[in-house]
């Protein structure tokens, strides 16, 4: 009896694990990236403290990366750290490249990276053109001005030449007075403004900076970056309140020649579990001694419809 009493245990469990049958290989992107061993990340060198380059750093001798990609010892922010994280967790190794803002959030990659790490906000608009992950965290878009600007208010804008990075969110705002972030907008109503575009918010803040209040009046940049600026010695204040909030996610190109949905679903269960373990925290608390993470632990990704 107690041999019988042994054996039908182990006969059950063989039982169960022939009808359940063997867990579902990775399939698309995913398994390309798993058996290559490296993900291809693009990201913004000019956007400290989210992403840059460490100057000087040599390339990892035995990385697999391809010669015009960048191998994790040169780069570093907030947004290149998660990148590393999620290539860890995956067990493969991060391979960077750095095209300009507008291919970014442009369709149609053509496959020459993965998946996007660069602090891309979750549209409405943009559903028609990329996956989005879990978003990694918020962010907030704010005025900025020079320290000796007598600009005090929304208001004293109209009629002023205004900074903002091409294709983002803030440009769309600031032509329309309006824009779907899933979040509460406070309705901008200016008039007769310049809208002067740059590649990215850090070189409209650079010209700010100048205080000429000829190149620009003020720039409207993602908050944490006018922040890092004035840190770094740019004589720079904010102008009131934020305006609106945003939630950043990694993308993936729907139209690319293999199935990104199962690599960018991996990479959302990934981004949730670092919300759960405190790793978003951390990083967030690391690089802007802030708490922007929780609030994107907490968006109903669901809502999107993705897949």
Known sequence: MKRLSFILPVLLVILLATACGPSTPPQGKLAEVLERGTIVIATNPDYPPQSELVSGAARAEDSRCGPFQYTAS????????????????????????LPKWAEIVAPGWND??????????????????FYFSQPYYVTSAAFF???????????????????????TTYEQYLRTGKVDTFGEITELKLE?????????????????????GVRLSAVLAAQPIGFQAIADGMLLRQLGEPLFAEYLAVTADKSAATDLLPLIQRVSEIIQRMHKDGT????????????????????????????
């Open 280 to 307: 978003l925290l951390r990083l967030s608390r690391q690089f802007y001694n802030l708490d922007l993470v929780t609030p994107a632990a907490e968006f109903d990704l669901g809502a999107l419809n993705q897949w």
């Open 74 to 97: 040169q780069m570093r922010g907030f947004d290149v750290e998660v990148g590393k994280e999620i290539a860890r967790r995956l067990g493969v190794e991060p391979c960077f490249v």
């Open 112 to 129: 020459q990276w993965d998946i996007t790490v660069a602090s891309v906000t979750i549209l409405p608009s943009r559903l028609e053109t």
């Open 192 to 212: 007769n403004v310049a809208i002067k575009t740059y590649e990215t918010d850090l070189y409209a803040l650079q010209e700010l900076a100048i205080g000429d």
């Open 145 to 167: 001005v020079h320290q000796d600007s007598l600009i005090q208010q929304f208001s004293d804008l109209s009629g002023k030449r205004i900074g903002v990075c091409v294709d």
